[in-house]
Structures are given as C-alpha cells and as structure tokens.
Nanobody, 123 residues
C-alpha cells in the first residue's frame, strides 16, 4: 500500500509564507518524480511544481516562479513546497502527486495522489 501524506496547509495573510510537506510511505521500489498540484474553487487542477527525485530537476508554473521553491529529501522520500509572497489567488487545495515504481521490474511508474491540504491566503 502506497500513501502520500501531506501536511503544512493553513491560513495566512497575503505576503506571508507556508511550507507544505509530503512523504511517500509504504512498500515500493522507487520514487521517480514528486510534485504539487492545486485546485482553486471553480477552476481546473493545475501543476504548481514538480521535481525529478534522482536529478533534482524542477519545473514550475509561471504563476509561482520566483515565489515558490520545491525541494526533495531523497532518503526520506519526501518533497517540500516553500511558498513565499503568497497571494489571495494562491488559495486552493494543494495535492501531492508522485510517480512511484512498485517493483524493480515495473515497466512504468504508477501515479499516486495525496488527500489534499487547504491553503487559504487572505487579503
């Protein structure tokens, strides 16, 4: 059973900061990629940031570049999202996402999602 456990959401004023954490737990061979998506009320889910675990290569949505930083702890199978200079439009449910190989012989990774954590930025 593979689980992604998120923490760190909450309520913050505009201009403030929050740090989200996500840890992959359970039985699996490797974590290939981890990332964060968000879904704001009335909007589609969008990619916020992602990171390749082995290389550390990152990808960011244009709307968060320069404000958010994604990082990983390969040994702990964890990913973090440091969110600075938060804006009201960052308000959303944030979901951790990961591509995980269950076995060494798995032909491809499987897609897993966390339960989501609410981030609310007040103006």
């Amino acid at each position: 059973q593979v689980q992604l456990v998120e923490s760190g959401g909450g309520l913050v004023q505009a201009g403030g900061s929050l740090r989200l954490s996500c840890v992959a737990s359970g039985s699996f061979f490797s974590v290939d990629r981890m990332g964060w998506y968000r879904r704001a009320p009335g909007k589609q889910r969008e990619l916020v940031a992602s990171i390749i675990i082995s290389s550390g290569i990152t990808n960011y949505a244009d709307s968060v570049k320069g404000r958010f930083t994604i990082s990983r702890d390969e040994a702990s199978k964890a990913v973090y999202l440091q969110m600075n200079s938060l804006k009201p439009e960052d308000t959303a449910v944030y979901y951790c996402n990961s591509d995980i190989r269950r076995r060494r012989t798995s032909p491809h990774p499987y897609d897993y999602w966390g339960q989501g954590t609410q981030v609310t930025v007040s103006s």
